[in-house]
């Protein structure tokens, strides 16, 4: 099925109400909607594959990941809970197949009984 290239979607956000209002009445002074201003924000992520920070601004999240470094002692109690891990080995494979290992599983079961 080809997919239709004018086809659109809606895009919902929810934006404080006074910054909303300031925006759309700057859009409405420039003679663009919010419709245009989404759009072309999208395409900025789309080209550029970043989001838009205003020069000068500093946003945490704009285009890095967000990281959170250990403490010292979170490290220490992460690194000595590891160190205490249990790692369960499987048994050696002896080449046999399911129908000989499930032979011998019930001759192990039923031999509790005898």
Not at 8 to 32: F, H, N, S, W, Y
Not at 63 to 92: G, H
């Amino acid at each position: 099925m080809k997919a239709n290239a004018n086809a659109c979607a809606t895009v919902t956000a929810r934006v404080p109400a006074e910054i909303k209002a300031q925006v759309d009445r700057k859009l409405k002074d420039m003679g663009l909607s919010a419709t245009m201003l989404v759009n072309a924000a999208y395409e900025f992520v789309l080209v550029e594959g970043r989001l838009p920070v205003p020069q000068g601004a500093q946003s945490p999240r704009a285009n890095k990941p967000q990281t959170k470094a250990l403490s010292e002692q979170d490290a220490k109690a992460f690194a000595a809970a590891w160190s205490q891990r249990a790692v369960l080995e499987a048994p050696a494979y002896d080449g046999s197949n399911f129908k000989e290992l499930l032979g011998q599983a019930k001759g192990d079961y039923y031999a509790r009984f005898a």
